[in-house]
């Protein structure tokens, strides 16, 4: 029985001493927003307060971190977006890496600065907002410990240098941003610094390395209130027209479609393309499989990898089913015909999905897509005579995803 006593007190003891009080920023609202330029020269910016006290997070909690790699941050908001101003101190600027990449590549040879925004506080979801040293930014939606870089948002963030370190400066829509209507908002935040010469990163609220997610770290934002959520309705059209001409024959093809996103509400999302194009996804890489099971490749449509970590619960759900090569075979030829034609892929014909979060933290998914019937060219040698042949049948994919959280 005392063992047991004494294991408990233990462990309670063990819980209070991991146990770290969570920061509160106090943000105020501006009536001039600051010119985004990446130098904090603007009246608002000292007018703030400041922000700092940042805790050694990578490669250990134990590290201290030196003062002249100290972190300054300042946050405020006005009716249309949320500001963010950040100053690195660095010893010798000169030193850091600016490698520069393209959008949403942010594990470069570049520092990283990145703003954490919890719209709804449950240390469960959570918006990340980027920016590199060499002025590369990058987005993402977080959803426990996964990173989703396929969430791409219109925000703003400029950067400068001087001889005492370098700066970001941001502007952050609301319409990049998902929360409720309510007058008094809860929110939290936490900011990240990564320093790539040091192998060191930094965050303003406290994370015990290796303990829970880190969306569960964040510190307390107070004072936004009296802010309204904006229409949330982006329409995408597009339209492509190709010709080809050989051996004195011109053929042209023409195409439009468009995708939608549209916020049903405060949080849910509607997300439907009509038609769709894939000719800017990135090709698959090339391997030659001489195994018995068939390769797997990665999604890179936009429509199947931005806001599907609902859909991706147990990874039943394998995207590239839909729209991949047809399923069916050509094998009822005749002695003289010959496959003139046979499709490399299924066209979509339109796809839906309908994604988000009640107040009872029950996530909700709706996925639906429709291919259309496909077809293979039989051409006959002999006569010219060409005939089609099924190879894929019109075909309908639903899921429907339910996902409880608990504490």
């Excluded at 249309?80 to 470069?108: L, N």
Aim: charged content about 20%.
């Amino acid at each position: 029985m005392l063992k047991n006593v004494l294991g408990l007190v233990a462990l309670c003891c063990s819980i209070i001493a991991n146990a770290q009080v969570s920061k509160t920023m106090q943000v105020e609202r501006i009536d001039q927003a600051p010119k985004i330029d990446g130098i904090l020269d603007d009246e608002v910016w000292k007018s703030l307060p400041v922000y700092n006290d940042f805790h050694m997070y990578q490669p250990g909690n134990e590290g201290t971190i030196d003062p002249s790699y100290q972190t300054e941050v300042q946050m405020a908001y006005d009716d249309r977006a949320v500001y963010v101003s950040a100053f690195m101190k660095h010893p010798d600027p000169s030193v850091i890496p600016t490698q520069f990449s393209q959008r949403d590549e942010v594990g470069v040879q570049a520092d990283v600065f990145a703003v954490a925004l919890n719209t709804y506080n449950d240390g469960i979801n959570e918006t990340r907002f980027y920016v590199t040293s060499a002025g590369t930014i990058g987005d993402s939606k977080v959803s426990q410990n996964n990173q989703d870089f396929g969430y791409d948002v219109v925000f703003e963030c400029r950067i400068s240098f001087d001889e005492a370190g370098w700066y970001a400066e941001y502007r952050i829509p609301y319409n990049a941003l998902r929360f409720p209507e309510v007058e008094v908002q809860n929110w939290s935040v936490n900011f990240y610094r990564q320093l790539t010469n040091e192998n060191e990163t930094h965050t303003w609220n406290f994370i015990k390395n290796g303990v829970g997610r880190e969306t569960q770290y964040n510190g307390k934002i107070e004072g936004v209130q009296n802010i309204n959520p904006p229409t949330r309705l982006t329409l995408f059209p597009f339209a492509q027209g190709v010709a080809t001409s050989f051996d004195g024959t011109t053929n042209t093809n023409f195409s439009a479609g468009m995708d939608i996103k549209y916020g049903i509400s405060d949080s849910f999302t509607l997300d439907a393309t009509l038609i769709p194009d894939f000719g800017q996804a990135a090709f698959d890489r090339v391997e030659l499989n001489l195994g018995p099971f068939e390769q797997t490749f990665s999604e890179n449509r936009q429509f199947f990898t931005e806001g599907v970590e609902l859909f991706n619960k147990g990874r039943i759900f394998f995207s590239r089913r839909v729209g991949n090569a047809p399923t069916g075979r050509v094998s009822d030829l005749a002695e003289n015909e010959t496959i003139s034609e046979f499709p490399e892929r299924v066209n979509l014909l339109n796809a839906i999905k309908l994604s988000g979060r009640t107040k009872e933290e029950l996530g909700v998914g709706i996925f639906n897509a429709i291919t259309e019937k496909t077809y293979a060219i039989v051409t006959d040698s002999v006569s010219g005579v060409t005939r089609d042949v099924l190879v894929e049948p019109l075909t309908n994919y639903n899921i429907v995803v339910l996902d409880q959280q608990f504490n």
